[in-house]
C-alpha cells in the first residue's frame, strides 16, 4: 500500500503492463482509509485508458466513472489491452497536504 503523489504538474495514475493482451471484464479499486497510521482519501472518480503498446497510452475506454463503495468500476463491455492506466480523476473529501490519496489493490 502506498500513496500516490499528487499536487501541480502531477497526473495520479495506476499502470498496468499485463506483457500480453488481456481481457478485462471488472476493475476493483482497493479504498483504504489510512494507510497505517496515516490517513488517506479514497479515490471517488477514475478515468480508464488502455494501449496494446507500452508507454504509449492515449486510447480512452471510460472517463469520469464512480468507483463505488465496495471499489468496483462499472464495465459494460470487455475491453482488450496489454497496457491499463486509472487515472483518479477525483478523491474523498480531505486536505491534500494531511490525506494524500490512497490505493491498496
Known sequence: M??????????TYLEFDFRTVARINK????RPTSIGSV???P???VSVMYSHVPGLVTSVF?????VREDGE?????ALE???????VESAAAGAVDEAPIGVNK
Not at 476493475?27 to 482497493?30: A, E, N, Q, R, S
Not at 471510460?62 to 464512480?66: P, Q
Not at 468500476?73 to 463491455?77: A, D, H, K, M, R
Request: proline letters at 3%.
Open 39 to 41: 490517513p488517506v482519501r
Open 81 to 87: 489491452a496489454r497496457v491499463v492506466r486509472l487515472v
Open 27 to 30: 476493475i476493483l479499486v482497493g
Open 2 to 11: 502506498s500513496a500516490l503523489r499528487e499536487g501541480s504538474g502531477w497526473e
Open 73 to 77: 468500476i462499472e464495465v459494460e463491455q
Open 62 to 66: 471510460a472517463s469520469l466513472v464512480d
Open 43 to 45: 479515490a471517488s472518480r
